[in-house]
């Protein structure tokens, strides 16, 4: 589970923008927003420029860094901050693992999004290893740690700058399936970042097609949940490919050609998230509900609630019906300042919110500070 993240000079963060998911208060209504006494749910707002996809792109770093995103275009990996002396950004992930016995920190820096600058992996407090990567060598090392200690000179004398340690690791087996190193691997494998759903339709591929051919009853009952009464059918063409469509009494009329460009919103949701990433550990929803109606809005979260309940859910919006208490709580709802501070309602302002406030109408009118 992630307790913390922070990162540094960072695109338009020019100083640490962190986030401690473990700063909960005592609400006790809309208790699902809260695992494992974290921050599970979480709702992020901000004025257009203030940099809440740049906090996605942060935040879903280390699926990058650790190798599972794909191939970046190094013509424009600029990441530090435009008006900052220096061109090193440091992205820091705070882990409980082993029942929370383990705070584990992993701790790495950039100098592009594929370069790295150092690297440093900790286990409470005590440092496992330590690289340098300009100096190409480790400034710390546990001798203890690895039953070989020769995986420190082989991985100098065949690593570059884009290999991290820890990925070297797991992928040339020099660690156990249940060590730390696994844990953080298979963590970032299943960070899922996704942006805007468009509501132009989309062609599939043979494969995606084959996939949903089997998860046409669930794209049914998530349409079905979100408030469009239908039945599908997917059938195989005479050419060989298959086709979606609409089951209506007396005929069968295809899914792309009539359904409505909210309907199409939805069905991009499902086949660019919900197929492929049915188990996450992070999910960072950019502007997800700008083609929603705000009921839907509030449909695909309780959605989300209910069905990702383990996963780290995190939306950004500008849709103020969000901000109720119905649906989230006061340390849930975020304000992404202008400067790059992340303040949860509860702490952006003097007064004690209860569970009968209206946080929209208070947040129209000024209530919250987001300086």
């Not at 275009?73 to 992930?93: L, M, P, V």
């Not at 330590?130 to 690593?159: A, C, L, P």
Request: include cysteine; charge should be negative; hydrophobic fraction near 35%.
């Amino acid at each position: 589970m992630l307790q913390k993240f922070k990162v540094h000079n960072f695109k338009n963060f020019k100083n640490d923008l962190e986030i401690d998911f473990s700063d909960v208060n005592g609400y006790k209504f809309s208790q699902d927003c809260i695992t494992n006494d974290l921050i599970g749910k979480m709702i992020i707002y901000g004025k257009n420029g203030s940099g809440k996809t740049n906090l996605g792109h942060a935040l879903c770093d280390l699926k990058a860094t650790l190798g599972f995103s794909p191939e970046i275009n190094t013509s424009h990996s600029f990441i530090s901050n435009a008006d900052s002396d220096s061109d090193i950004t440091t992205f820091t992930y705070t882990f409980l693992f082993n029942q929370k016995k383990d705070t584990v920190v992993y701790e790495y820096s950039k100098s592009d999004m594929v370069n790295l600058v150092s690297e440093k992996l900790s286990v409470n407090n005590h440092v496992l290893y330590e690289y340098d990567f300009k100096e190409n060598t480790f400034i710390t090392v546990d001798s203890d740690y690895f039953h070989n200690n020769d995986i420190y000179s082989i991985y100098q004398s065949s690593t570059n700058s884009s290999l991290p340690f820890l990925r070297w690791c797991v992928n040339n087996g020099s660690v156990d399936k249940d060590s730390i190193f696994h844990k953080i691997y298979n963590y970032g494998s299943k960070i899922t970042q996704i942006f805007t759903p468009t509501t132009a339709a989309v062609r599939l591929t043979k494969n995606e097609l084959d996939v949903l051919d089997k998860n046409v009853k669930e794209l049914e009952n998530f349409l079905v949940y979100m408030g469009n009464d239908c039945k599908l059918t997917m059938e195989k063409l005479p050419d060989g490919t298959k086709e979606l469509y609409f089951v209506f009494k007396n005929r069968k009329v295809s899914f792309l050609e009539n359904a409505s460009s909210g309907t199409l919103s939805l069905f991009n949701f499902y086949i660019h998230f919900f197929m492929p990433h049915k188990e996450s550990s992070i999910l960072y929803f950019d502007e997800f509900d700008a083609f929603f109606h705000f009921e839907l809005s509030e449909k695909i979260v309780q959605y989300m609630k209910e069905k990702h309940q383990n996963a780290l859910v995190i939306f950004t919006t500008h849709n103020t019906n969000l901000m109720t208490n119905k649906i989230m709580r006061p340390d849930t709802l975020f304000l992404l300042t202008i400067s790059g501070k992340l303040i949860p309602l509860c702490k952006a302002t003097n007064r004690e919110l209860r569970e009968g406030h209206n946080l929209g109408k208070l947040y129209m009118n000024g209530e919250f500070d987001e300086d």
